[in-house]
């Protein structure tokens, strides 16, 4: 089958794909079939330890350099976050304007998204996170030299481009090696690098930054030399296994052509638009959960609640704990309850956790709020990774699952600005002095994400089972020159899918 005899998906099919869970699977007799799975028993749930004495060596060699990339980006992207008061002061502005830079490094991620996600599935996942986090470490060393406010605008934009790869990479090389069976543990473990990079910077930003004559700058510095370091660590790590095994998984499986590549990608996009409008609506609501608990809080609890750099640095460790805690819980019940079960509970149990997070004064009450009000974010988040790998399209896994990460934050990229802003407009009073409101602004706007997200989750199904090994990567071509695996992108319309199977010509 060639691309020119393939009728692209209607809208209809992808609808029922997307909701019902019709797709390519593989039967009792072993045959590739189109139609409606059977339903699958979940099994019971596993003993984590038995989940993990389950992964090879080598499995846990690429999932560490994945997570460890993953927690660097975090840590850089954070690092404004943590000094957005300090550099108000340095350069003379309000906070709001320092924020400013978040948007502008969420707004190009999607670019960097696009770029290193192509490279990924068409070259490999090792050589473009490497120079992905080369680039990283020069912008951070770059914007710790910063003079001016503009000049810094400018490499937080560009570092957004580079941010925008690692997440896709990270994750394909993390997951797309490891048993089915171990991939919802080590899902919420993986996303829970980004908790760790946050309290690597919170660390860093309450021990080093205050006793060094270098002052913000320092934060910067440090987080250059973590992506330096982790750089080196990816350039000495083979090739994901399963990239390079899939050059020859089938026969008549020979040769990938850049052509070829984006022949089937232009197919991919025509057949699964409805599936990569969905991702991108669901990644929106999660980044703006994420943005708009994490990015203003340290701000929001020295302005607002009147606490010290010292107590807000160690309110937002506190929360970045119960963040590690609920991402790795939950991605690994997520194996027992199901994907989107768990970020539906998830999701439910944080908007009840909002009054917690924004009505004390006192820092007990507050830590107590930021702890669960993180475990319930991260807690959802922590299914992120394997669920979009689940979600995207076989072949794209590091392209759909990056872009549709990163063009989720562009939409999100206001969070942080949208609260700043409207915090600023709406003061309330502590210790007789007038300031800005945050915790009211940000509680409304996660009551809101909250629901949306409960919402989009119960909508879409990800192919219950899917086995990554039995795909090839994309652009691959057989020895008559045609495209292998174009079935997936095939129409289906003329079925009757109760319980009706087409098998694969």
């Known amino acids: 089958m060639t691309p020119d005899h393939i009728a692209g998906k209607s809208f ?28 699958i028993q979940r099994a019971p749930l596993s003993n ?23 927690s660097t980006d975090a840590y850089d992207f954070f690092c404004v976050s943590l000094s957005a008061t300090t550099l108000a002061t340095y350069w003379e502005v309000a906070p709001s304007t320092i924020t400013q830079s978040i948007t502008f490094t969420l707004l190009t991620r999607s670019l960097g998204a696009v770029i290193f996600g192509i490279l ?7 050589w473009p996170l490497f120079i992905n986090l080369i680039l990283i ?41 490891l048993p089915k069976e171990s991939r919802g543990l080590f899902s919420g473990v993986l996303q829970q690098g980004y908790a760790l990079g946050y309290l690597i910077a919170a660390i860093i930003n309450l021990f080093l930054v205050p006793n060094v004559s270098s002052g913000w700058r320092s934060l910067f510095f440090f987080g250059g030399g973590f992506s330096l370091l982790m750089a080196i660590l990816v350039a000495i790590c083979p090739e994901s296994p399963l990239f390079t095994n899939n050059k020859t998984t089938k026969q008549q499986a020979v040769v990938t052509t850049t052509r070829a590549f984006f022949t089937e990608m232009g197919l991919m996009l025509r057949s699964e638009y409805v599936r990569c409008i969905y991702a991108v609506l669901l990644m929106t609501c999660f980044n703006f959960m994420s943005h708009g608990s994490q990015d203003l809080y340290p701000t929001y609890l020295k302005t607002t609640k009147g606490f010290t750099d010292h107590n807000a640095t160690i309110a937002t460790i506190i929360g970045n704990v119960g963040a590690i805690c609920g991402g790795t819980l939950c991605g690994y019940l997520s194996q027992f309850m199901g994907r989107r079960t768990m970020i539906i509970t998830a999701a439910f149990v944080g908007a009840c956790f909002i009054p917690l997070w924004i009505l004390p004064t006192g820092f007990s009450a507050l830590s107590a709020g930021a702890f669960f009000m993180q475990f319930c974010v991260q807690g959802a988040w922590g299914v992120v990774p394997i669920y979009l790998s689940e979600l995207s399209p076989p ?48 509680g409304i706007l996660l009551g809101i994400i909250f629901f949306l997200l409960i919402v ?37 319309d003329g079925l009757e899918f109760a319980g009706s199977e087409q098998t694969e010509t």
């Open 12 to 39: 209809s099919q992808q609808w029922r794909e997307l909701v019902y869970g019709e797709q390519w699977f593989v039967n009792a007799d072993g045959v590739r079939v189109y139609g409606r799975p059977p339903p």
């Open 48 to 70: 984590p330890f038995t989940l993990i004495a389950m992964v090879s060596p080598q499995q846990w060699v690429f999932f560490l350099v994945g997570w460890f990339a993953w």
């Open 120 to 126: 990924g599935d068409l070259y490999g996942r090792k």
């Open 137 to 177: 470490s020069a912008f951070q060393i770059g914007t710790g030299f910063c003079e001016s406010l503009s000049l810094f605008y400018g490499l937080r934009s560009l570092f957004g481009v580079t941010m925008g790869g690692v997440w896709g990479l990270s994750a394909a090389l993390a997951l797309e090696n």
């Open 395 to 442: 072949a794209f896994r590091a392209l759909f699952a990056g872009v549709a990460y990163q063009l989720g934050n562009m939409i999100s990229s206001s969070a942080s600005q949208i609260e700043a802003s409207l915090g600023e407009n709406f003061p309330t009073t502590v210790n007789g002095s007038s300031v800005a409101d945050y915790g009211i602004v940000q």
């Open 456 to 492: 989009l989750a119960f909508i879409g199904r990800a192919h219950p089972v899917v086995d990554f090994e039995s795909y090839h990567r994309a652009g691959v071509i057989d020895q008559s020159g045609h495209l292998t695996d174009v079935e997936l992108y095939a129409a289906k």
